[in-house]
């Protein structure tokens, strides 16, 4: 069968793989940027296969190359109208999800390519997943009776990283927002599994956090279906926010979502770098007695020139602060427990500890000091921490990636460049992550 390939981005390569695989003669390739076909044929070695013909415009390619089937993997909201050519040529067309940004659009791909008897397929891959083909023929053989209610659960992290790669992402015209584009899938199978037909739904979108997006960063629904069962959906691209304090900023690997700080008066200096920066900032006063004397503040001038919101630490009058901030430390109140709050109160599945040490203070710039006579004082504060979010957050796992000089309190990995650094650590005792960059976010 001759194939051919329009878009060929990050996703393509699962397209071509699929091809190689299915023994389907690939003719030819199309993006609007050549070097972005090239990139992508080298990764099979077909670079110099110049049998398979390069495009940059998909409506030439159609016409001169007639394929039988096309896979289009361009941004979403390119799919319909390529769609819509394609079955206007009589062309098979596999399209990535989602099939269409409108009802319109789709129920027009649907009805054209039944009136041109053309075949037409969405990637939900998932599908053929070995555990959910596994349910759906439990369900089909009624292994489960009558369906009540099902739910989907969609937790994912997408930052400022993810979408300034690709422009499209994230706007309401060729993308959409976290139901849209990452919970489809999730979608999909609540629908096939509940009972496909769906008589009501009611939902809530919004941007809760990507202020820069122009989609929902969070969306909820309730579906009735008309069978009678009842789904919900909760879907978010919120999961896994990267949140650092005082100067991580300044660190070249480390691009964060969320940003705390309140002691000015010992770092004043990196406060002037931070308007370049566009995380979301929290800038603090710490509260320390019952009369509310303020003993870190950071100025308003500071706040206004970062957009950044206010938040107040009453270390003494607010039991959570008492507990997580106050007490395990020892008083010392390090702001490492704020951030920490706030990463508690996401309720994420993990939380990576990135790079953060037994320093009193939470920097982490080089210039602090670890005053190594305090460390068993800090591990054991971090023994009261890890007390507290087993009483109170039991399903959420801590992991701190060396070095971090915490001393086994969480699960602790390490990196093999970290273990090469140190061959005095046993590696027979270690536990290695091969790949910990992600959670630095090197570019
Ligand atoms: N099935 C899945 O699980 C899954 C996963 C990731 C992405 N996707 C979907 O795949 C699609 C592509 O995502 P991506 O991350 O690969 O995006 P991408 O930006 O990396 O790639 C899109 C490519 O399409 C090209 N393109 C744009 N306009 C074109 C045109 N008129 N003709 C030909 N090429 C054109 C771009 O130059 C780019 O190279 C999206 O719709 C996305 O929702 C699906």
Redesign the pocket.
Known sequence: MNYAL???????V?HIKAAINNNLHIVAV????PE?MENLLAQYHLEKNMSIQRY???KKMLEEKKPQLVAI????G??AQ?ALDCIDQDVNVII???MAMRMVDAEEIIQRSKARNVKVCA???NRFNNAVQETRSALETGRFGKLSHGSIHVRWNRNRNYYT??P?RGTWAQ?GGCLM?QCI?GIDLLRWMMGDEIEEVYGVTKRQFHEYLECEDVGMAVVKFKNGAIGTIEGTTEGLPHIGVNTTFLHPKIKLDYYFARDYSERSACYDELKNYDFVKFLGIVEWSNEGREIYQIPESIIEENHARRFITQPQKEFIHWDTEHYPVMGLGSIIFGALHFALFTMPKQIFLVGCDCSADGHFDGSTTIDHSSVPLFVDSWNWVKTFIKRYYPKIEVISINPIGLNGVFRDVYTENYLNAHPEIARSECEILSDCYPYLKED
């Open positions: 329009i878009g060929c981005g990050r996703i393509a699962n199309c993006d609007v940027k972005a940059t415009d998909y993997a361009t941004e979403s390119l799919h390529i990535e999800k989602p990637c939900h891959q790669q690709a499209w993308d584009n899938h």
